[in-house]
C-alpha cells in the first residue's frame, strides 16, 4: 500500500470516500441554499437572519462547513501532487509543494473557523 | 576549428561533436513528434475534467467572497442593507456571476463523477455522451442564472 505523510487520512481509499461524501453534503446544502433564494426574492434581513439561526440550520450549516473543509483540502492536495513534482519544478519540488499544501491548509482553517464565528454570532 | 580536412572528406562526422548521446539519439529517431500542443486536439472530455478542477480552484478561492458576504449580511441590518447595495452594481454582478457558474459547472460535473463512480456510463461513448450532458445542463443552469442576477 502506498501510503503518504501529507494526504488527508494516509490512505489515499480514505481520502476518495471522504471527498465523495463531502460532496453529497455540499450538493445538498447549495442546493438546498440556492433553491431557498430563488423562492424567496424579496428577502429581507429578518427573514435572512431567521432562516440562518433555526437550529437545522445551524447544524447543516456547519457540517457544510466541516465537508468543504475536507473537501477542499484533500481536492488541492491531489492538484498539488499533479502538478507540483519535481518532474515540473526539479529538486525544489517536495519544498515548493509543502508549502502550497501548508498555505490550502492555513487558508481552509481560517475558512473554517471565520464560518463557526458567523454562525455562532448570530 | 582543427577539424576541417576531415569534414571536407567525411562529411558525416559533422554529426560527431561531443554532446549528450541523447542528442544523437532525437536525430536518429524516426518516430513522429509533435510538440505543438495548439495543433493537438483534445476530446470533449479532457475539457470537462480539467474544467471540473479550474472550477474546484475558484470555488476554494470564492469561499472568502462567500464568507464575506454571508458574515456581512448576517451581521445586521445596515449589512444586509449593504451586501443588497454592492449586489445593484454591475462588476458585483460579474464576479458573483462567475462564482455561481464554477459552483454550477463543479456541481453538474461532480454528481456525474458520483454517478459515474459507481460504474454507470464508463464506456468511451458513454464518456462522451456523459460530458456532453454535462457541459449542456451546466450552460443551461448559468444561463438561467445569468438571468436571475441581473
Ligand atoms: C465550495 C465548494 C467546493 C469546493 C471548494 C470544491 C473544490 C474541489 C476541488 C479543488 C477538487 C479537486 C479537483 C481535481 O482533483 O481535479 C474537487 C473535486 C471534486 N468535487 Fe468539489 N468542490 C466543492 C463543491 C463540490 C460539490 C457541490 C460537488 C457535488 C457533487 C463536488 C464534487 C466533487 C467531486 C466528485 C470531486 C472529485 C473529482 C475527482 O476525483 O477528480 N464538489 N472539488
Ligand atoms: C491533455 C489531455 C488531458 C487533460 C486535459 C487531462 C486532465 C485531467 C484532470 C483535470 C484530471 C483530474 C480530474 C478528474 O479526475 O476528473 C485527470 C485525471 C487523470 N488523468 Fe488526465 N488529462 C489528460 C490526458 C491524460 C492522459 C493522456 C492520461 C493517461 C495516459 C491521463 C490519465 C489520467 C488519470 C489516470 C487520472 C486520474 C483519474 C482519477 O483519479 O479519477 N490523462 N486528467
Redesign the pocket.
Known amino acids: 500500500m502506498v501510503t503518504n505523510v501529507t494526504n488527508f487520512s494516509r490512505s489515499g481509499l480514505f481520502d476518495w470516500m471522504a471527498q465523495r461524501v463531502s460532496a453529497v453534503v455540499l450538493a445538498a446544502y447549495f442546493i438546498f441554499l440556492l433553491g431557498y433564494l430563488v423562492v424567496h426574492p424579496g428577502l429581507n434581513y429578518a427573514q435572512w437572519a431567521g432562516f440562518f439561526s433555526g437550529n437545522l440550520m445551524r447544524i447543516f450549516s456547519l457540517l457544510a462547513l466541516v465537508a468543504v473543509s475536507v473537501h477542499a483540502w484533500v481536492g488541492m492536495w491531489t492538484i498539488s501532487t499533479d502538478y507540483l513534482t519535481p518532474m515540473a519544478l526539479g529538486k525544489y519540488a517536495t519544498v515548493v509543494r509543502f508549502l502550497f499544501q501548508a498555505a490550502c491548509g492555513i487558508a481552509m482553517f481560517a475558512f473554517f473557523v471565520w464560518g463557526v464565528q458567523i454562525l455562532w454570532g448570530i | 576549428m582543427g577539424g576541417g580536412r576531415y569534414t571536407v572528406l567525411f562529411p558525416t562526422t559533422l554529426l560527431c561533436v561531443p554532446g549528450p548521446s541523447s542528442v544523437k539519439e532525437a536525430v536518429k529517431s524516426q518516430r513522429p513528434v509533435n510538440l505543438d500542443l495548439r495543433t493537438i486536439k483534445?476530446p470533449i472530455t479532457?475539457y470537462t475534467?480539467?474544467l471540473?478542477?479550474v472550477s474546484g480552484v475558484i470555488l476554494f478561492i470564492g469561499i472568502a467572497v462567500l464568507l464575506f458576504a454571508l458574515d456581512t449580511s448576517l451581521a445586521s441590518e445596515e449589512g444586509f442593507a449593504r451586501v443588497k447595495m454592492y449586489l445593484s452594481s454591475p462588476l458585483v454582478k460579474l464576479i458573483v456571476w462567475g462564482l455561481l457558474s464554477a459552483l454550477l459547472y463543479h456541481l453538474v460535473a461532480g454528481v456525474r463523477?458520483l454517478i459515474m463512480d459507481t460504474g454507470h456510463g464508463e464506456t468511451l461513448e458513454g464518456g462522451k455522451q456523459g460530458s456532453k450532458i454535462v457541459l449542456i445542463v451546466s450552460a443551461v443552469l448559468i444561463l438561467l442564472t445569468g438571468v436571475w442576477v441581473w
Open positions: 483534445l479532457a475534467s480539467i471540473h478542477r463523477h
